[in-house]
């Protein structure tokens, strides 16, 4: 069975260091992966998608980057976080075409 | 632009009541429609998956319909246990984006 797994689970950082959030996918093989923001009081917003390895999208300009160095890995980076940058961070993955998401367990990130 | 909306955003119901839950959307182009449960600060677990050609899913307790062409759905919940608190979402999905509503955060009293 397919199993999404996202850490680390929450962190707190300093305004202006970096930032690197990983999450991997198990029992798929070519998926589609994003990365979710959901700030406080706010919906969903998508932050990047990737449709395979070293191809990524971006949905929102930002102070966020996204790489995909592996067929079933996704990275988050931030080279120097803000105080916006706050939020709860989810990875989610899809079989490409018309199918459901599958999301992980997020990532609370406090920016301080 | 995909606009997502939720009524109510809140909702108390006593044990034992059915609900219901809407979800409407503007653009009728959409691929599926998905309903998530999230617990507070928690991932989404999925609970239902409509294809933009299909017009309901049942899973357990748990019904969702779709009128594709209205721009509506909504999830059906019979005989709610306290166990079913959460904030319910609905995405509905356009390519390569899911496009959420904020949510109905829904408690069961016992």
């Known amino acids: 069975s397919q199993t999404i797994h996202q850490w680390p689970a929450t962190l707190v950082q300093p305004v202006g260091s970096p930032l690197s959030l990983e999450c991997t996918v198990e029992g798929t093989s070519n998926p589609n992966l994003y990365w979710y923001r959901q700030a406080a009081g706010r919906g969903l917003q998508l932050l990047f998608y990737s449709v395979g390895i070293g191809q990524i999208s971006s949905e929102v300009p930002q102070n966020l980057s996204a790489s995909r160095p592996q067929d079933r890995q996704f990275i988050l980076s931030s080279k120097k976080l803000l105080l916006s940058d706050s939020g709860f961070y989810l990875c989610?993955?899809?079989?490409?075409?018309?199918?459901?998401?599958?999301f992980g367990s997020g990532t609370r990130l406090t920016v301080v | 632009k995909q606009e997502v909306t939720q009524i109510p955003a809140a909702l108390s119901v006593p044990e034992g009541e059915n609900l219901v839950l809407n979800c409407s959307f503007t653009d009728s182009a959409i691929y599926n429609l998905q309903w998530f449960r999230q617990d507070p600060g928690k991932g989404l677990t999925s609970l239902l998956l409509?294809?933009?050609?299909?017009r309901e899913q049942t899973s357990g307790r748990l019904n969702a319909s779709l009128d594709k062409s209205s721009g509506r759905s909504t999830l059906y919940i019979a005989a709610s246990q306290p166990g079913d608190s959460a904030t319910y979402l609905c995405?509905?999905?356009?390519?390569?984006?899911?496009?959420f509503g904020t949510g109905t955060r829904l408690t069961v009293i016992p």
């Open positions: 409509i294809q933009s050609s299909q």
């Open positions: 989610a993955w899809s079989v490409k075409g018309a199918n459901g998401y599958t």
């Open positions: 995405a509905v999905r356009r390519r390569n984006n899911l496009f």
